[in-house]
């Protein structure tokens, strides 16, 4: 009885070891040289599995991939759709698209054009090492789960309107996907993502484009790693929930280095914002979010903080040199320190007499003359009068006189240690160029 059993137990593996070799038993690397229709031929006559080898030269886009191949270029290989469509488009699960250099898509956002289009079915696909340049939308990942982009070299057209370009990588309703280590310029976002969950984006380089990384209705992702540069704003997070934002870094960007609208539950945590033109962060109308360990340096304002916005942790960060500190208009006093930890101030004359790291004094980024000028932006004529110094000696004096606002009840001494300022300031003494 016991041989029967193991008699049929081998003949079930060998089955199931057949089932599973059977179509991929017979896959082949196929060579496919340049010109006429060769590509599109070659992917028509694989069989799945095969892996088709693109020599260099031109090879006539558009093509689309039904099947689970290897596509991968050899140096010169270069896909062209000639200004039409979708360069290279997958509807099949399981296919590699690799070390080619991709370009000439069509220019209708509507039709979704762009150099390689994931299709929903295109489920695992993978893109990486490819040159894609000059397209209207890099990587569209329309549905396709578990997809990932990795280590291309993505250059969006630069000859288009702001509301007439596409974005280098597209994640639409796309679980699981992942965008790691490419580089991204031109075009109107870096990464934009809508109504999808559990992605990663990590180790991104991103400059030239509106918004760095874009969020919109997206939940229970991680954003980390990623250098924006000379963007109009860094990482934009609208409508999501549950997002963590670590170690990125944002040098120079126009608008903001991190903004939050509607953005609830997440941790922003080991980012650097340096020299920003003008916010380092803006927080409107977002709760319950933590930010801890951060770096905001050298902006116009360090955190303008807006909106309704409640329950926000908000410790261990490091505020150094921006020209107003925090902007909050408001009557309520906010807190901003946790278990007898607040955050770092550069402007703050503290002193720390029992040397436990934490100052002696509360600090108040803002008093009553600031908001008064926020509100009345013609009282700044007032600022140097002598009626406006006592005002303010008489806040020091009376602490009681504050009319609400942020105060940070546990400053620290020091600023804390943070990996990511240390990038800002390399990318900043290196000079955007270095990041190309």
Not at 221 to 228: F, G, Q, R
């Amino acid at each position: 009885m016991g041989g029967r059993r193991c008699l049929t137990l081998a003949a079930a593996l060998a089955a199931a070891g057949s089932l599973w070799s059977g179509p991929w038993a017979s896959a082949a690397t196929i060579e496919v040289p340049a010109g006429a229709d060769g590509l599109r031929q070659a992917i028509a006559s694989a069989a799945p599995g095969d892996r088709l080898v693109v020599g260099p030269g031109i090879h006539d886009g558009p093509v689309t991939i039904d099947r689970p191949l290897i596509l991968e270029g050899r140096s010169g290989a270069i896909v062209d759709a000639h200004g039409k469509g979708r360069t290279i488009e997958v509807t099949a699960p399981d296919v590699t698209i690799r070390k080619l250099t991709i370009r000439g898509s069509g220019a209708s956002l509507d039709r979704m054009d762009g150099a390689v289009f994931l299709a929903r079915t295109a489920t695992r696909a993978l893109v990486e090492d490819n040159d894609i340049d000059g397209n209207l939308t890099g990587v569209y990942v329309h549905g396709a789960q578990d997809a990932i982009v990795r280590g291309n070299r993505i250059a969006g057209r630069t000859d288009l309107r702001l509301n007439e370009d596409g974005n280098g990588v597209y994640v639409w309703n796309a679980p699981g996907a992942q965008v790691l280590d490419n580089h991204i310029t031109g075009g109107r976002d870096g990464i934009f993502t809508v109504t999808s969950r559990n992605n990663v984006f990590r180790g991104n380089r991103l400059q030239g484009v509106r918004f760095a990384v874009h969020y919109m209705y997206t939940n229970d992702s991680e954003v980390s790693d990623n250098i924006s540069v000379g963007n109009h704003a860094g990482y934009v997070l609208m409508y999501s929930d549950r997002i963590r934002v670590l170690n990125n870094v944002s040098v120079g960007d126009r608008d903001h280095g991190i903004l939050l609208n509607y953005e609830n539950g997440s941790d922003i945590e080991g980012n650097a914002v340096l020299h920003g033109n003008q916010k380092c962060v803006f927080i409107y109308n977002a709760n319950k979010n933590t930010f801890r360990r951060n770096s905001f340096e050298g902006c116009r304002i360090g955190i303008h903080f807006t909106a309704g916005s409640e329950r926000n942790l908000i410790l261990e960060n490091a505020f150094i040199g921006n020209q107003t500190q925090v902007l909050y208009v408001g009557t309520r006093f906010l807190d901003w320190s946790h278990n007898g930890r607040g955050n770092y101030w550069s402007d703050d004359p503290a002193f720390d007499l029992n040397g436990d790291g934490i100052a002696d004094a509360p600090y108040r980024p803002n008093d009553l003359v600031d908001q008064v000028v926020w509100r009345y932006p013609a009282a700044k004529l007032l600022l140097n009068s002598p009626a406006t110094q006592v005002v303010r000696w008489a806040q020091s004096q009376f602490p009681a006189l504050h009319p609400g606002g942020v105060i940070d009840s546990a400053p620290l001494m020091r600023a804390p240690d943070i990996p990511a300022a240390a990038i800002a300031a390399a990318a900043l003494a290196a000079g955007t160029g270095a990041w190309r």
